[in-house]
Every structure is written in C-alpha cells, then in structure tokens.
C-alpha cells in the first residue's frame, strides 16, 4: 500500500491541525494504521495507532485527549485531529500502515512521507 501525509503546517500554541494520510493500491481496511512523529535530533516515537475496523485506538500518553485518531475505510484515508497544539508536539508526522501481526507501538510493513507540524508563537 501507497501512503501519503499532508495537512501539516505551522499553527499557533493551542491551535488546531488536522492531518490526514492517503492510501492507494491495495484494501485499505485490510491494514491497521498508526502515527508516528520525529522531532528534530529525537528518534521517531509513537503518537497514535487504529485497528483495520477503526473500533480500537491507541495513544502515547503525550497525546492524550488532545489528539484524536479516525479512519474512513469508504474513502481510504486516516486522520489525525490535533487540539491544544504545544511547542513540543513540533515534528514531522509519518504515518504507517500494518497488514497482519500488528502491535500498535511497533512496527510498521508501510510509511507515509512525512508532513511537517511546527507549533510556535
């Protein structure tokens, strides 16, 4: 599966950001899908991951009940609504894709290119 993020940009502290990861080329809700995010000099870490039918969610404790995690199977494509942005939720975001085996934190078959999020004032 082809994946790709967009929807980064630059946006104030306590803004809002959507970010929203494409698929193409294979079934789309035959893969459960995660977020990841790498900041600058820091490793990739996770930010957030869904299951194929979008029934189970998972998130780094960094991120929880500001990010919210969604999926559209009709439409292939996974979201990420990011509320009450901070300066350290500053990275680039990668989105992943996980066809069977899947353990939410680890792994992933398929990578996004990366949209850049920069929260500053």
């Known amino acids: 599966v082809q994946l790709q993020a967009y929807g980064g940009g630059l946006v104030q502290p306590g803004g809002s950001l959507r970010l929203s990861c494409a698929a193409s080329?294979?079934?789309?809700?035959?893969?459960?899908m995660g977020w990841f995010r790498q900041a600058p000099g820091k490793e990739r870490e996770f930010v957030a991951a869904?299951?194929?039918?979008?029934?189970?969610?998972y998130y780094a404790d960094s991120v929880k009940g500001r990010f919210t995690i969604s999926r559209d199977n009709a439409k292939n494509t996974m979201y990420l609504q990011m509320n009450s942005l901070k300066p350290e939720d500053t990275a680039v975001y990668y989105c992943?894709?996980?066809?069977?085996?899947?353990?939410?934190?680890?792994?992933?078959?398929?990578w996004g290119q990366g949209t850049l999020v920069t929260v500053s004032s």
């Open positions: 080329g294979r079934t789309f809700s035959s893969y459960a």
């Open positions: 869904i299951s194929w039918s979008g029934s189970t969610t």
């Open positions: 992943g894709a996980k066809g069977s085996s899947w353990i939410p934190r680890g792994e992933y078959d398929s």
